[in-house]
Each structure stands twice: as C-alpha cells, then as structure tokens.
C-alpha cells in the first residue's frame, strides 16, 4: 500500500512571495490533515478535511493560508504571501476515517519551507 | 498554552538497556494518548497507544504507562536498539475532538552502542 505523499521535498523562498504544497493521501482515506511543524516544536494542526468538506480549520492563519481538497482526493496547502515565521516542515496525514481517537492518522514526509 | 509537555529534548542511552520517555500533561479530559516515532526526512508513524481508563499497554519491547493522578504519561523500551533511535512525541486526544491530535515537543533518542 502507497504511503502519503507529498511534493515538493524542500522548497526556499523570499518573504512575501507564494508558496504551494501538494499532497496524495492514502488511497481511500476520507480524512486529510496539514500541520504545521516548526522546529524544536510538535506537529501542529492547521486544517482537516473530511472528504471534499472542512471539518477544523480553527488554527489555520486565513489571511495567508489557504488549502483546499478537489474531489476528495489530492489537497494543497498555499501560503501567500509568506513570511519568515512560516519556515517550517508542513506535514499531510490522512486516516481512513477521522472521528474515533482510534483512527491511525498516517503522515507523509513532510516538506521543508524555508522563508528568506 | 502546551497541554503535552516533553520536558527531556533529548536522551542516550546504552544499547541493551531501558529507554525511558516521559511526557507531562495538564488536560484532565484528555481520553485518549499515543507516542509517535519520527526518523529524520520522514513524517511521524504511529508507535503505541493508551486509553485514559487504562494504565499499561504493551507491544513488544514498547510500553506505555499512564499516571492520572500525576498527569505523566511514559514510554518504555526495553531492550533498546540502534534502530530505536528517533524523536519521539507523545500526543493526545479526546473523544469529542478525536481527530485534533496535540503533540508534545518530541525528545531525542540516541542509542550508543
């Protein structure tokens, strides 16, 4: 079984300029995940969609962050216009469902954003 | 405001001997509680987990302890080995937000040999 996957691996950019990840969950997983990691800290949530729908987007920064999910499917996660606080690895996860504390969330390998 | 708490950034210890991980938290409604297991240039994967109406789970040389009336959380490998080395995160959750998963900080094994 195909694990996440994400793209770009790494990316380098100026403050202010845009930024977008792209991520694959796992096949069949209805429930996606973006966190946020920043270093010496913990994976922290900023959007989970159920299906195409957005289930918490409580943490996610509006005025810079967007996301969306197509068809359930593959998501992105844009940042415009970024600043430096924005390096960070940006993570994807998915779990076949979403609403049990059960429900293994599987994480993708991240991609690091530097903001120069 | 850090609910989950890994106050040991980082850990070594003797190949062969007990790795001990702890985490602190200070949501009494936490239901629900995971250690992670993260390896550089990879996303975290899940290792073990504990439910708050229990107080030990094994798998293998991996075991978690709860203790509600300190609010710890612990992690126990026993024996270590190489390829235990990793950051670990402890996480936790609740039954009426399962999903919103609150990680730790992460401590940083190193098993020397």
């Known amino acids: 079984e195909a694990g996440v996957a994400q793209s770009p691996r790494y990316k380098i950019i100026e403050k202010r300029q845009s930024v977008a990840f792209w991520c694959n969950p796992i096949?069949?997983?209805?429930?996606l995940y973006w966190y946020q990691q920043i270093l010496g800290q913990g994976p922290k949530l900023l959007i989970q969609f159920q299906n195409n729908g957005v289930v918490d987007d409580s943490q996610l920064p509006k005025d810079r962050f967007s996301a969306e999910r197509l068809k359930g499917v593959d998501s992105t996660l844009k940042i415009q216009p970024a600043k430096l606080e924005d390096s960070a690895v940006y993570l994807c996860?998915?779990?076949?469902?979403?609403?049990?504390?059960?429900?293994?969330?599987?994480f993708g390998p991240g991609t690091r954003l530097t903001v120069l | 405001d850090q609910q989950v708490k890994q106050n040991s950034p980082s850990l070594s210890v003797q190949e062969g001997r007990i790795s001990i991980l702890n985490c602190d938290y200070t949501n009494s409604m936490f239901d629900y509680f995971l250690w992670y297991k993260k390896y550089p240039a990879e996303g975290p994967t899940f290792l073990i987990s504990i439910s708050s109406i229990k107080d030990k789970n094994e798998d293998g040389r991996f075991t978690v302890f709860l203790n509600k009336s300190a609010n710890l959380l612990s992690l126990h490998i026993v024996p270590s080995q190489p390829g235990d080395s990793a950051v670990y995160f402890c996480?936790?959750?609740?039954?009426?937000?399962?999903?919103?998963?609150?990680f730790g900080s992460g401590t940083r094994l190193s098993i020397r040999p």
């Open positions: 996860a998915s779990s076949p469902g979403g609403d049990r504390v059960t429900d293994t969330q599987y």
């Open positions: 996480a936790a959750n609740t039954y009426s937000s399962a999903s919103k998963i609150i």
């Open positions: 096949s069949g997983h209805a429930t």
